[in-house]
T-cell receptor, first 116, second 115 residues
Framework: DVKVTQSSRYLVKRTGEKVFLECVQD?????MFWYRQDPGLGLRLIYF???????EKGDIPEGYSVSREKKERFSLILESASTNQTSMYLC???????????????FGPGTRLTVT | AQSVAQPEDQVNVAEGNPLTVKCTYS??????LFWYVQYPNRGLQFLLK??????LVKGSYGFEAEFNKSQTSFHLKKPSALVSDSALYFC?????????????FGSGTQLTVLP
């Protein structure tokens, strides 16, 4: 089974702090994604990466950055946390290439971040 | 740009009755469509997908979905609901292009199956 792990299930940070959310997958997937999940808004894509050191902005990248130095690890960084970044953050991974299976994303359990 | 609409925030159904969770989509060209489920305190799990072929797609846990091109819909169905099906369900669509097959998700539908 594909396993996607996230460094913390719950995190509480103060406004202005720099926050790192870590995600690791163990299936050699090329693609990795960061979403935030908010009630009534579903999942919104923040950033994704299709290869090491490659990244692309998603729908809501403002206030976030990412890092992918190794294939299995994708980090989300909140440079200066704000209260409106309080949310559930979900990491996902998928195979690369043009095959149909590349559309199937595998998700981690999520990190519930509270910024006070 | 592609989009997905889940018109119902909440669906309640009695155990043993058939259930339907609705999804409509908007996309240029042929859609790739997906359903995911999120159980309490757990990450999203893939249920099923439509890429090409039969309009009726079968997935995990006895779920199926019907692709209707003329109505631009991809409704999730199950003939007989179980209490354990209670969860948050998300429909998603993928564009044909894009380097990483990114998905656009709907807002989610909370399904409650009543005993």
């Amino acid at each position: 089974d594909v396993k996607v792990t996230q460094s913390s299930r719950y995190l509480v940070k103060r406004t202005g702090e720099k926050v790192f959310l870590e995600c690791v997958q163990d299936m050699d997937h090329e693609n990795m994604f960061w979403y935030r999940q908010d009630p009534g808004l579903g999942l919104r894509l923040i950033y994704f990466s299709y290869d090491v050191k490659m990244k692309e902005k998603g729908d809501i990248p403002e206030g976030y950055s990412v890092s992918r130095e190794k294939k299995e690890r994708f980090s989300l960084i909140l440079e200066s946390a704000s209260t409106n970044q309080t949310s559930m953050y979900l990491c996902a991974s998928s195979l690369g290439g043009l095959r149909d299976s590349a559309y199937e994303q595998y998700f981690g359990p999520g990190t519930r971040l509270t910024v006070t | 740009a592609q989009s997905v609409a889940q018109p119902e925030d909440q669906v309640n159904v009695a155990e043993g009755n058939p259930l339907t969770v609705k999804c409509t989509y908007s996309v240029s060209g042929n859609p790739y469509l997906f359903w995911y489920v999120q159980y309490p305190n757990r990450g999203l799990q893939f249920l099923l997908k439509y890429i090409t072929g039969d309009n009726l797609v079968k997935g995990s846990y006895g779920f199926e979905a019907e692709f209707n091109k003329s109505q631009t819909s991809f409704h999730l169905k199950k003939p007989s609901a179980l209490v354990s099906d209670s969860a948050l369900y998300f429909c998603a669509v993928s564009p044909l292009s894009g380097s990483a097959r990114q998905l656009t998700f709907g807002s989610g539908t909370q399904l409650t199956v009543l005993p």
